[in-house]
């Protein structure tokens, strides 16, 4: 029971990708990272808020997720907390995303990082830019549901 719950928790998520990007697809990827990295991201030491995806020779990377050195790290603490870290993917995966991402207006967006089965796994997104009148017309939708819903609730209180 434990571990489901472990499993369910994002220990980073990138809130702002949803606001900027509309998600078409997503994909889940394995980290390389060292021994006390993964030891900061399960304290939730992690942010992936400017972080983006490149692919580059047939591997693609994530850079700028910066990771706080862990405070009871040793020598292999690595100095710099925003280096290039490798995702472990399939092959197919890579070359579908990278075909994707090379049309206009397409990124591969971070969106949260969790631990799945003991393995930190991060989950990427095929997004496509928005521009501001589609943010706004995000931001008018919420809001009609937010108030729709407070409308609902007040009538449950009122029938009671």
């Not at 809130?15 to 998600?23: E, L, N, T, V």
């Not at 030891?39 to 693609?60: L, V």
């Not at 907390?81 to 075909?99: D, E, F, N, V, W």
């Not at 930190?120 to 017309?137: C, F, M, N, T, V």
Request: aromatic share 6%; net charge positive.
């Amino acid at each position: 029971m434990g571990k489901q719950k472990e499993n369910d928790k994002p220990l980073a998520q990138n809130k702002k990708a949803s606001h900027d990007y509309f998600i078409e697809e997503t994909f889940e990827a394995g980290m390389v990272l060292t021994g006390t990295e993964i030891k900061s991201i399960r304290n939730g030491r992690a942010n992936i808020n400017d972080a983006f995806a490149t692919i580059r020779n047939g591997e693609m990377f994530i850079h700028n997720m910066h990771v706080s050195p862990f405070e009871q790290g040793n020598i292999h603490n690595p100095s710099d907390p925003t280096r290039a870290r490798k995702l472990l993917m399939h092959k197919s995966q890579i070359a579908k995303l990278y075909g994707q991402a090379k049309q206009e207006g397409y990124s591969i967006v971070p969106l949260k990082i969790y631990i799945r089965n003991g393995y930190a796994k991060l989950l990427i997104g095929l997004g496509k830019g928005k521009k501001q009148y589609d943010k706004r017309e995000t931001a008018a939708k919420r809001d009609s549901q937010r108030d729709i819903q407070r409308i609902l609730r007040e009538k449950q209180k009122v029938a009671r």
